[in-house]
T-cell receptor, first 112, second 115 residues
Framework: DQQVKQNSPSLSVQEGRISILNCDYT??????FLWYKKYPAEGPTFLIS?????DKNEDGRFTVFLNKSAKHLSLHIVPSQPGDSAVYFC???????????FGKGTRLSVIA | DTGVSQDPRHKITKRGQNVTFRCDPI?????LYWYRQTLGQGPEFLTY????????KSRLLSDRFSAERPKGSFSTLEIQRTEQGDSAMYLC?????????????FGSGTRLTVV
């Protein structure tokens, strides 16, 4: 049973435009949601997170939106840059410091 | 501190052989996690330690897999009698206790190929 789902395996966006990556989850006990970015031959690196008491968190070009009633979150990247091309993983955990559960990832390609 | 280090970066082994991977976490992090990632999948949780205590093991961790973290510092993951299905990227991560919203710091992984 996949608790964190990223239904789009890939996304292609033009440089300067907005990238929107989506994530759905099934476990209503999840309290923290994180986005990780992964380049080839490297481990995932933390990008941005949001706790369930918020509906939006912004950090520079990156904004994460959380819709708890829909069990849905999204990552917006504005403006997109070629260096943003990577695989993006959505992850979630409960408040009990349980291990992170990851989605399958979305490969973002930003075209110059 | 240079982050989370994993050794080796790549390992090719013959089916049936044993392999051992090492992970050195960030020194002040008392939690250490092992994940496995196969092609087209996200990282899948295997096991984690708080200091030297192994607190949770996934059902993915068959009895051929064993992990240790002696003295709460580095950790090793051993796979006995490797199978082709064990081919994957093995990721180690660490975090401070009470990780809040900052998640984990991952190493670059060990890519295992079983031939």
């Amino acid at each position: 049973d996949q608790q964190v789902k990223q239904n789009s395996p890939s996304l292609s966006v033009q440089e300067g435009r907005i990238s929107i990556l989506n994530c759905d989850y099934t476990n209503s006990m999840f309290d923290y949601f994180l986005w990780y970015k992964k380049y080839p031959a490297e481990g995932p690196t933390f990008l941005i997170s949001i706790s369930s008491i918020k509906d939006k968190n912004e950090d520079g070009r990156f904004t994460v939106f959380l819709n708890k009633s829909a069990k849905h979150l999204s990552l917006h990247i504005v403006p997109s840059q070629p260096g943003d091309s990577a695989v993006y993983f959505c992850a979630a955990r409960t408040s009990g410091n349980t291990p992170l559960v990851f989605g399958k990832g979305t490969r973002l390609s930003v075209i110059a | 501190d240079t982050g989370v280090s994993q050794d080796p970066r790549h390992k090719i082994t013959k089916r049936g052989q044993n392999v051992t991977f090492r992970c050195d976490p960030i020194s002040e992090h008392n939690r250490l996690y092992w994940y496995r990632q196969t092609l087209g999948q996200g990282p899948e949780f295997l096991t984690y330690f708080q200091n030297e205590a192994q607190l949770e093991k996934s059902r993915l961790l068959s009895d051929r897999f064993s992990a240790e973290r002696p003295k709460g510092s580095f950790s090793t993951l051993e796979i006995q009698r490797t199978e082709q299905g064990d081919s994957a990227m093995y990721l180690c991560a660490s975090s401070p206790h009470g990780q809040g919203v900052y998640g984990y710091t991952f190493g670059s992984g060990t890519r295992l190929t079983v031939v």
